[in-house]
């Protein structure tokens, strides 16, 4: 199914609600394309997401006014000359009937009384941000903001963290074309192959759909580095891939989602002995996520389900909570438990750790938890990854300085005879709902029987 637009009606309602909460004027610019060596050889034009929350489309150049007494937007009109090279491109009319909105001429844009706006990733949109408003605007800077610009930035992370229908609407969507990515991508994969080729397979489906990547793709038999973006190594037998690709709406709307899968369509034993240490992490974590719980403690629960597998397996000898409260688990799960999904794969992360961070909250200073993005209390409506992995990272496991007092509790002769797995993450997109949990991405493969059964065909 070809996505659709979000309706004008839903788009209206997150305007007003804005504007109901915050008050006073907010600007907020779409971007520009950036040019790769010469300007008619652009980058693939992405607009900013806070923008497309209250439009709906990616307009380039574009800025959205929002008032207590209404909302405005301002466009470039259609260079006539440039229909030769594009076609030909909506009149600022005609976009105005499309969006439901009073669309002027950029030239038009003025503003004569103190106006919040937030930070973009693009300098050159930056600049015309602060010479519209008289004052300098730091890109991506959320911790820095004052004034006005944050309270902007707290009404519309207020808005943004629990989703409306027409969001879930598009997070589900974004959830099926991933899904059709992941199958595609294991009934791809054989040995011999280049990790680019299953890369390939996963991508013709996402653009089949009329989707993009969320993200760069992540699809590695090296799955012990955590984001790795080449793709030219050979698979071979006895390999794992892990495959971390997610697929994203034209709207922006995003998915996450990993799966590690055996390149010959079987785990060895001690491949599959992991993975259902792995598994039974995230399940656990997903167990916990309902309204009311923190985020952190989702990570705890995973982590030491972790421990509790690595245990069993006799990779570490001790007491799970006292092997926790050392940072054993770290060692193999060094990331945390997940982060808020929507109109980015990590949501509001342009805001810095204002979005992820309740207020009064800052990051631990503890290896174990000191990466986790999110340390808030979930709610329905919230859309959450959740992301336990174990990996073999030579820069943890090799320098003494990183395992420390841990050296004592660690088996080495069975991590030699676990050698044969490198990294494994299983990954979902779960919302939180009135009475707990719905994982949005659950049909995807994800026992070992079932995911040995995709690779297969």
Not at 51 to 62: D, K, N, S
Not at 190 to 210: K, T, Y
Not at 236 to 246: F, I, M, R, Y
Not at 390 to 414: F, Q
């Amino acid at each position: 199914m070809w996505p659709e637009s979000i309706p004008q009606a839903a788009l209206a309602e997150r305007r007003a609600r804005l504007a109901k909460k915050f008050g006073g004027p907010a600007l907020f610019m779409s971007g520009l394309a950036r040019p790769r060596n010469y300007a008619a050889n652009r980058f693939p034009f992405r607009a900013e997401s806070h923008f497309l929350y209250f439009v709906g489309r990616p307009l380039e150049g574009a800025a959205l006014v929002v008032r207590p007494d209404g909302s405005l937007l301002y466009a470039e009109p259609p260079d006539p000359e440039e229909a030769l090279w594009t076609g030909p491109q909506p009149t600022l009319e005609e976009l105005s009937r499309e969006l439901g909105l009073e669309v002027r001429p950029m030239a038009e844009l003025r503003l004569d009384e103190p106006t919040a706006t937030l930070p973009s990733a693009d300098v050159e949109t930056a600049f015309v941000q602060s010479e519209l408003v008289g004052r300098d605007i730091i890109a991506a800077s959320g911790p820095e903001l004052d004034g006005i610009d944050r309270a902007l930035a707290d009404a519309v992370i207020e808005l943004r963290l629990i989703h409306d229908a027409a969001a879930l609407v598009e997070m589900r969507a974004a959830a099926a074309v991933t899904e059709r990515a992941h199958r595609a991508g294991m009934r791809a994969t054989r040995p011999g192959l280049r990790e680019a080729a299953v890369v390939a397979a996963m991508d013709a489906e996402i653009v089949a759909a009329g989707c993009v990547h969320a993200y760069l793709p992540i699809v590695t038999r090296e799955g012990e580095v955590l984001h790795d973006e080449r793709h030219h190594r050979t698979l071979v037998t006895g390999d794992l891939l892990l495959a971390d690709v997610g697929a994203e709406t034209p709207g922006g709307w995003a998915s996450d989602v990993t799966r590690t899968w055996p390149v010959n369509g079987k785990y060895s034993g001690s491949q599959r002995a992991l993975y259902e240490v792995v598994l039974a992490a995230q399940r656990a974590a997903i167990a916990a996520v309902r309204p009311a719980a923190r985020y952190r403690d989702v990570h705890r629960i995973a982590g030491k389900e972790l421990l509790a597998g690595l245990v069993a397996l006799g990779l570490f000898k001790g007491d799970v909570e006292e092997l926790y409260a050392r940072g054993a688990a770290a060692l193999f799960f060094p990331h945390g438990i997940g982060h808020l999904l929507g109109l980015d794969v990590h949501d509001m992360e342009d805001l810095g750790d204002r979005a992820g961070y309740a207020p009064g909250r800052e990051r631990s200073r503890n290896f174990g938890d000191r990466y986790l993005r999110l340390d808030r209390d979930l709610a329905a409506g919230m859309v959450v990854t959740i992301e336990p992995g174990y990996y073999r990272i030579p820069y943890l496991l090799e320098r003494p300085e990183e395992v420390g007092e841990l050296e004592a509790s660690l088996d080495r002769k069975v991590l030699a005879e676990l050698a044969d797995v490198r990294g494994i993450r299983i990954e979902d997109d779960v919302l939180v709902t009135a009475t707990g949990a719905e994982v949005l991405t659950a049909s995807i493969p994800k026992t070992p029987d079932d995911v040995e059964a995709a690779v297969r065909g």
